[in-house]
Nanobody, 128 residues
Framework: QVHLIESGGGLVQAGGSLRLSCAAS????????MAWFRQTPGKEREFVAA?????????YYADSVKGRFTISRDNAKNTVFLQMNNLKPEDTAVFYC????????????????????WGQGTQVTVSS
């Protein structure tokens, strides 16, 4: 059974940093492209960042987080990370990691419909 478990969320002041982790189990992690999405009440889940199957592989970011967030993965530890710097109140959301099987080492995916495996989410709250 596939599980994605996010951690690292919390309350932080504007300008601060958080590092989210997503630990995967029950899958061949190096065969799954990964991504982070976020969602606020009443809004659709939105794309944040994506990475291909390979540690150090290609990445892609939403314009709203480009230059502030960094996605990375460690295939030896079955974990994907999201380093978030210079956080803003508008970053407040529940953050979800997602996985999708991929035979490509260079392709990332940015649509929610590209993913069929999701974590339970971790709350990030940024105070002004």
């Amino acid at each position: 059974q596939v599980h994605l478990i996010e951690s690292g969320g919390g309350l932080v002041q504007a300008g601060g940093s958080l590092r989210l982790s997503c630990a995967a189990s029950g899958l061949l992690f190096n065969m799954y492209a990964m991504a982070w999405f976020r969602q606020t009440p009443g809004k659709e889940r939105e794309f944040v960042a994506a990475i291909s199957t390979r540690t150090g592989g290609p990445t892609y970011y939403a314009d709203s987080v480009k230059g502030r967030f960094t996605i990375s993965r460690d295939n030896a530890k079955n974990t994907v990370f999201l380093q978030m710097n210079n956080l803003k109140p508008e970053d407040t959301a529940v953050f979800y990691c997602a996985a999708t099987h991929s035979f490509s080492t260079t392709t990332y995916y940015i649509r929610t419909t590209d993913y069929n495996t999701w974590g339970q989410g971790t709350q990030v709250t940024v105070s002004s």
